[in-house]
């Protein structure tokens, strides 16, 4: 029997210039069995609200940008809700997609950004949404509407995603197969920790503690009134790389949270690491680790016995990880405070 599922989509967008478009978006994601979820941003307590809005996108399977004329509702970060909404998304792995209206400029005024800057951070944002998601331009509530019913069913083929099933329905319980097999893969991988606990003793000679290691990322420069994608690199060592992690991970948790922690700590210091380059920057956004700097420092923490991979998963299917015993001494070593 065919399981009927259905696939939840988040879409972002700036309040109230866009909701007669969000509607003309809404039509053809309900033709096709999603679910649109999101939340209007633009009040004095939104910041209040995001936890809310992040346990809404984690939910999700797919998550979709509607941008037109505005970059929207400053949040005390200094980005818009829109954006931040998106930063979050990405750190999650969710599939982005981004419908882009064509030509601002010619918007009613009272759906654009009233100031240049306004404007300069709305341009922006959009140069960031192209290089880093699948983008589609637009230029009415009609082509819009073409648009989604054409380009959705692509996304949900390249990028498939769990989706919900009803509770009851064939296919929502596990079958006694199913609990078997799960449990043949947690007996596999203790077998496979255990292995690599004792082998640990020998790696005596592997980077730890004040040792150093330049850790590649990228992010957005702003110099003057221009955003320029940059790759940059920082230095930390393993003491400080691990003292990010090690408080989020006395409970299981995703990798993305994970990476966040550590793009958190090196926006602190991004601007200086970019001087050189950009000797006018005045700010540094949106950092984003490096895939490959990324797995290094996971691997490298996994095989100090630091960090261990647990039989869990987040949402997504993605693995979740905890700290193992002696990454909770060391944790504790090196973060307490001293009489």
């Known amino acids: 029997m065919t ?12 309040y109230p ?25 633009h009040s004095g307590e939104s910041h209040n609200l995001m936890p809310v809005v992040q346990r809404m996108i984690d939910d999700s399977d797919y998550f979709v940008i509607l941008l037109g004329g505005r970059y929207g509702t400053l949040s005390p970060l200094g980005l818009s809700y829109t954006h931040r909404e998106y930063i979050f998304a990405a750190t999650k792995r969710k599939p982005v997609v981004s419908f882009i209206h064509d030509d601002p400029l010619n918007l009613p005024d009272d759906v654009r950004e009233p100031t240049r800057e306004g404007q300069v951070r709305r341009d922006d944002f959009a140069r960031l949404l ?6 589609f331009r637009w230029r009415d509530e009609s082509d ?28 929502a319980a596990d079958d006694a197969g199913s609990r078997a097999l799960r449990r043949r893969v947690e007996e596999l991988e203790k077998e496979r920790e255990e ?3 004792a082998q640990r003793g020998a790696l005596r000679n592997l980077a730890r503690g004040t040792d150093r290691v330049a850790l590649d990322y990228s992010c957005n420069v702003y110099e003057g009134g221009d955003c320029k994608v940059a790759m940059a690199s920082c230095e930390l060592d393993w003491n400080r790389i691990f003292a990010c992690v090690a ?30 380059d950009f000797p006018k920057a005045h700010a540094v956004r949106n950092v984003v680790l490096a895939g490959h700097a990324f797995n290094q420092v996971k691997v490298q923490l996994r095989t100090l016995g630091l960090i ?32």
């Open 3 to 14: 399981v009927d599922k259905r696939y939840q989509v988040y879409i972002s967008t700036t």
């Open 17 to 41: 210039d866009m909701q007669s478009a969000r509607q003309a978006l809404m039509l053809p994601l309900l033709d096709l069995g999603l679910m649109p979820m999101g939340m209007d941003m």
């Open 130 to 135: 192209e290089n880093k998601t699948l983008s």
């Open 144 to 171: 819009l509407r073409e648009r989604v019913a054409r380009v959705m069913p692509d996304v949900m083929r390249q990028y498939p995603a769990p989706g919900w099933v009803q509770a009851g329905s064939a296919g």
């Open 195 to 197: 292995l690599l606990a």
């Open 247 to 276: 408080p989020l991970m006395l409970n299981p948790v995703s990798e993305p949270v994970m990476q966040k922690a550590l793009e958190d700590y090196i926006a602190r210091q991004a601007l200086d690491n970019v001087t050189a």
């Open 308 to 339: 261990t991979r647990t039989s869990e998963t987040d949402s997504r299917g993605l693995p979740l990880w905890r700290l193992t015993a002696q990454g909770d001494a060391a944790m504790s070593q090196a973060m307490a405070r001293r009489r």
